[in-house]
Nanobody, 131 residues
Framework: EVQLVESGGGLVQAGGSLRLSCAASGLFFDDYAIGWFRQAPGKEHEREGVSCISGTGRDTGDAEFVKGRFTISRDRAKNTVYLQMNSLKPEDTGVYYC??????????????????????WGHGTQVTISS
């Protein structure tokens, strides 16, 4: 079965950095886009798109609020996608999920950061940014 496992969350002071990892198994990794989404505290039913990367790694998509701060990348040999988060702010606090979408996050994909477009989800990792 498909499994996505997030790691790397934790507590960090505003202005600091975290690197999240999403390890995938049970799918053809190169065929799937991987997206990062987050749920703010108290908004468990609202997931907002953060960043995504295509199966080839040649295309990415970023939410406007993270451009210049977060960088997504993938290591095809390790079946792992990373989200490097710098200059973190208290409003970045939340549970971060990775998700997989076949053939998504390409230049022609109009739903790069829409949760409903993604088929498989991990269980999340907590990110807490203190002020």
């Amino acid at each position: 079965e498909v499994q996505l496992v997030e790691s790397g969350g934790g507590l960090v002071q505003a202005g600091g950095s975290l690197r999240l990892s999403c390890a995938a198994s049970g799918l053809f990794f190169d065929d799937y886009a991987i997206g990062w989404f987050r749920q703010a505290p108290g908004k468990e039913h609202e997931r907002e798109g953060v960043s995504c990367i295509s199966g080839t790694g040649r295309d990415t998509g970023d939410a406007e609020f993270v451009k210049g701060r977060f960088t997504i990348s993938r290591d095809r040999a390790k079946n792992t996608v990373y989200l490097q988060m710098n200059s973190l702010k208290p409003e970045d606090t939340g549970v971060y999920y990775c998700a997989a979408d076949a053939l998504g996050c390409s230049g022609g994909d109009s739903r790069k950061l829409e949760p409903d477009a993604y088929d498989y989800w991990g269980h999340g990792t907590q990110v807490t940014i203190s002020s």
